[in-house]
């Protein structure tokens, strides 16, 4: 069974930055395209940063050139670098791999205030 299970959320002040991490265990972590999705409050959920098994990166917009997604394959972990917070990153953030999603983990709340 697949777990994921996400930390180092927090609150922070606009400007500010966390690593968030994300624990997965029951499947081969190697061999898949990895992900960190976001929803914000009355949004949906989207995924905003992409890490291939070759460790190729791809990012939405609006976190280009402030967040950086990288894994770890020997510990089968996920990392999400933030810089320049912003209020609008305020949301709940999740990891997940890319297609055929697992069952979501319970998230890490990131709090930006302005």
């Known amino acids: 069974q697949v777990r994921l299970v996400e930390s180092g959320g927090g609150l922070v002040q606009a400007g500010g930055s966390l690593r968030l991490a994300c624990a997965v265990s029951?499947?081969?972590?190697?061999?898949?395209?990895m992900g960190w999705y976001r929803q914000a409050p009355g949004k949906e959920r989207e995924l905003i940063a992409s890490?291939?098994?070759?460790?190729?990166?791809t990012y939405e917009d609006s976190v280009k050139g402030r967040f950086t997604i990288s894994r770890d394959n020997v510990w089968t972990r996920l990392y999400l670098q933030m810089n320049g917070l912003k209020p609008e990153d305020t949301a709940v953030y999740y990891c997940?791999?890319?297609?055929?999603?697992?069952?979501w983990g319970r998230g890490t709340q990131v709090t930006v205030s302005s």
């Open positions: 997940n791999t890319i297609g055929n999603v697992r069952a």
């Open positions: 029951g499947m081969n972590f190697r061999l898949f395209a």
């Open positions: 890490i291939t098994s070759n460790h190729d990166r």
